[in-house]
C-alpha cells in the first residue's frame, strides 16, 4: 500500500518537474529570442538610420500609456500609508525638456517603469504656457514621491522655450535635464506629419519647407517644423545656464533600435541601478517600434497610443536631399557642443 502511494507521488513529482523545466525553457527562449531579434548598434555609437524598418511578429494591445495624471489613491500608495510612509509631491529634479517628436514620450514610459523614478503623466508646460501659476502649482501637479525617489516631467517644448532655461535655472539649478535628439529631416515629416493629422487641407510638405513653396527657392527657416530641427541654436542658449554635465542627451533612433541601452545610459545619468534592462522590452512587428511587457499601469504587453508611431508620407527625395544639405552645419556644430556625433548624414 505504502509503496504504491509513493509511486504516485513520485509520479506526480516527475510530472510537476517536466512542466518547471517547460516553463522555464520557454520563458528563456522568449527573452533572449527578442534580445537576439533586437539590432545591436554595440560597437557604433553613430547613428545613421532615418527609417527603421524591423520585423519581428508578435500580437499586441495598443493603448494610450498614462496620459493622464496619476493619483495617489492607488493601493501603492494606500500600502506606503500603512507602513508609516508619507510621499509627498515634489518639484521635478529631471526634465525631459525636448525635442518634439524625438521620442520624449517613449522615453518617460520607458525610465518610470524604474522603481525609484515618479513621473507626472501628461506635458505640464509649466516653463512655457503656465509659469505665472507658480511653483506651488507646479508641485501640485507631480506624483507623490518617497524620499529618494526621482519626479521627472516632461513637455518637448522647453527645450525651444526662450525663457524656459532660467526659469528651470531659478526652480533648481541642479536640475538634470534629458534632451531626446533624433535626425532633424525625420523629426521635421513627423511633425509634419502630426500637424496635417490634425489639418487635413495643409499644403505638401515639399511646398511648405521652401519660401515662396518653390523648389528655387531657399528652405523656409521660419517653418516650425524646420526651424525646430536647428538643435545647436537653441542647446546655446540653455548652454548659459547649465553646465553640459547636467544635460543627457538620448539618441532617439537608439531609443527605437535599442531602448535598453539608452535606458542604461539614463539610469546611469541618474545614479540608479540599472532596472530597466532588455527583458522589458520587445519589438512589436506591426506598430514597427519597441513595446514593453509590462509597466506599473499594464500588466499585459503593451506599445505606445496610435498617436506615436504614424506613418510618414512620401517625400521627393530631392527635397530630402536638400533638407540634408541644409542641416549638415547645423548638426556638425550641434555634435561639437555635445562632444557626440549622431551620425545624422
Ligand atoms: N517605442 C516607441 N513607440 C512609438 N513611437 C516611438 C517609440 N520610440 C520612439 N518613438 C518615436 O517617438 C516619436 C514621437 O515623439 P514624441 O513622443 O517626442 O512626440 S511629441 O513631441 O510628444 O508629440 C514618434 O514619431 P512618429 O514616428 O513620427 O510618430 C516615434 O518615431
Redesign the pocket.
Known sequence: MDIHISQKLLILLLILAVISIYLYTFNTCVVSSISKALPKWKHNPLISSDNVALHYTTSVRVVPLLEANETDASPKYRFFREQGLNPEQQLPSALIIGV???????LLEFIRIHPDVRAAGSEVHFFDKHYAKGFQWYRQKMPPTLEGQITIEKS?SYFITKEAPRRVQHMNPSTKLLV?VRNPVTRAI?DY??AISKKPDMKPFEHLVFVNGSDNSPIDVSWGPVKLGIYARYLARWLKYFPLSQFLFVS?ER??LD?ALELRRVQDFFGLKRVVTEKHFYFNST?G???LFKSEGHSAPH??GK????N?PYINPVVLQRLRDFYRPYNIRFYHMTGINFGWS
Not at 307 to 310: A, F, I, P, S, V
Open positions: 518634439k517628436k524625438g521620442g520624449t514620450r517613449a518637448p531626446v513627423s506629419t502630426q532617439g531609443l527605437i531602448p506598430k517600434f519597441p513595446c506599445c505606445l498617436t506615436k508611431g504614424r510618414h
